[in-house]
């Protein structure tokens, strides 16, 4: 759950952008859904992913 301030802030954003107010639970659900979105984007590598700094997983990944 993100603080109070971040919201606010998240819904001033969201007003000057699209020009649509939201109110404090829909402000909170989509700030909360962009900030795990960006977790799930640039968090460490999952299982199974190839990790791109092992360049010998990186070219028996890509030979197969």
Avoid: C, T, W
Avoid at 29 to 52: C, H, M, Q, T, W
């Amino acid at each position: 759950m993100l603080p109070k301030k971040a919201i606010e802030e998240f819904k001033k954003i969201y007003k000057k952008h699209y020009g649509v107010e939201l109110s404090d639970e829909e402000a909170g659900f989509r700030a909360n859904n962009l900030v795990n979105l960006y977790k799930a984007v640039y968090s460490d590598p999952l299982f199974g992913r190839v990790e791109i700094g092992k360049k010998e997983n990186y070219e028996a990944q890509r030979m197969s």
